[in-house]
């Protein structure tokens, strides 16, 4: 059974590879369009089911695996930062408190038609930085493209306190529960997702004692 990564984020591609499962990527053909009165969650579990739809419509006989992640912070979402000044504001707002990281997690098939979703929540203390930590990060241009403004697998590690939750989740993929999706879908990983927890494989993942 073909599986295909339907993302174009290195991260994502990075830590599925970890399975051991051979798959093909594919960027998806659908625009992540917040819709207006939705939860956080219902947005999130949305992009990732549309991601990996837009992909499986035109390889139907394909496993097609979609994720998206967004944070949420007093009942609001927030996306990947706009420009700098936008990640200025959210990194801002993030400092000193806790928020939640949602990713979902979408498998789809046409044929036989077969569609499985999860979300996976980890809650991110972040440390009380200044103004001054904020721009020496701005400065390393890691923000850009990362959901809330930071990257916990990059420099932006080091303005988080503590996790509590699956840190693959947060980085992007949370892959014990990718593989427990895989399984159900007759596609079992070769290697043991429980084992690469504890081994932790990835960077900055020994920094954080929650998994």
């Given amino acids: 059974m073909q599986l295909i990564l339907a993302s174009t984020s290195p991260r994502r591609r990075e830590i599925l590879a970890l399975l051991g499962i051979p798959f093909e990527v594919i960027a998806p053909d659908f625009e992540e369009v917040p819709q207006p009165g939705w939860s956080p969650r219902q947005q999130v579990e949305h992009f990732a089911r549309e991601k990996a739809r837009s992909i499986a419509i035109a390889r139907p006989a394909s496993l097609v695996l979609g994720s998206d992640t967004v944070i949420e912070l007093d009942g ?3 996306g990947k930062p706009a420009d700098l000044a936008d990640a200025r504001a959210m990194l801002t707002r993030l ?4 928020h939640e990281v949602h990713t979902a997690v979408a498998l789809c098939r046409q044929i036989p038609r077969y569609e499985a979703v999860a979300i996976e929540t980890a809650t ?9 930590a904020i721009e020496r990060y701005l400065a390393t241009q890691e923000p850009m493209g990362k959901a809330g403004a930071y990257s916990i697998q990059g ?3 080091e303005l988080i ?9 947060i980085v992007g993929l949370p892959l014990r529960t990718v ?12 290697v043991d997702a429980d084992a690469l927890y504890r081994a932790k494989p ?4 020994t920094r954080f004692t929650h998994d």
């Fill in 202 to 205: 990835y960077p900055n993942w």
């Fill in 124 to 132: 991110v203390q972040m440390k009380a930085y200044d103004e001054a």
């Fill in 161 to 169: 306190e503590a996790i509590c939750g699956d840190f693959l989740g």
């Fill in 95 to 98: 400092a000193g408190r806790p």
């Fill in 179 to 190: 593989a427990t999706l895989l399984a159900g879908a007759g596609l079992p990983a070769p």
């Fill in 155 to 157: 420099v932006g590690g």
């Fill in 76 to 78: 609001q979402m927030l």
